[in-house]
């Protein structure tokens, strides 16, 4: 069999690919406004994590060319990559339909603020995981977005967009 059809390779080249990822991503926060005086700048967390998937990133990498390099017939990674059939693999479309919704997230975050378009996506993604019981859905979807916005609101004073809900944060004030 040829290493271009092995899982090795596909390890190497969705490594790759990641790299690729991380790159952009550490780009994009150089992008964020930097606060004055403050020890902690807004693209700290994100550059971690995105010094985080980069480890793993290279360890994957690494491993793979190893893996290529060495590789003998009966080992696992030798064997045969599957092929990722969009239209019969249901975890593949949620994947990508999750991503599609975290894209409408970011989109409809200003607009229709952060606890109503949490709500929805959370909502959905619960769905998908299979949570069917409506009570439990319909409270974590609601009060997990509403807890969030209170604490990074009241106790951190973070000011979050509120968009079609505002008249919460104008009740919130009045206490």
Not at 25 to 36: C, D, F, L, P, S
Not at 77 to 101: H, P, R, T, W, Y
Request: hydrophobic share 60%; net charge positive; proline share 3%.
């Amino acid at each position: 069999m040829k290493k271009t059809q092995t899982k090795a390779f596909s390890n190497l080249v969705v490594s790759l690919l990641l790299a690729a990822l991380e790159i952009f991503a550490w780009v994009q926060t150089g992008n964020i406004k930097t606060a004055k005086n403050a020890a902690v700048q807004p693209s700290t967390f994100p550059r971690i994590m995105i010094v985080g998937m980069a480890v793993f990133t290279a360890i994957l990498l690494i491993q793979s060319v190893h893996k290529l390099l060495r590789m003998k017939d009966d080992d696992p990674l030798a064997q045969k990559a599957e092929s990722m059939n969009f239209i019969k693999d249901k975890g593949v479309l949620a994947a990508l339909f999750v991503i599609a919704l975290c894209a409408l997230y970011v989109w409809g975050f200003r607009s229709l603020g952060y606890v109503f378009v949490s709500m929805i996506l959370s909502g959905i993604v619960m769905w998908l995981i299979g949570v069917r019981k409506p009570v439990q859905l319909v409270l974590i979807a609601v009060l997990v977005p509403l807890g969030m916005w209170l604490v990074f609101y009241k106790l951190l004073q973070v000011n979050i967009p509120m968009g079609v809900l505002q008249f919460l944060r104008d009740l919130v004030d009045k206490f």
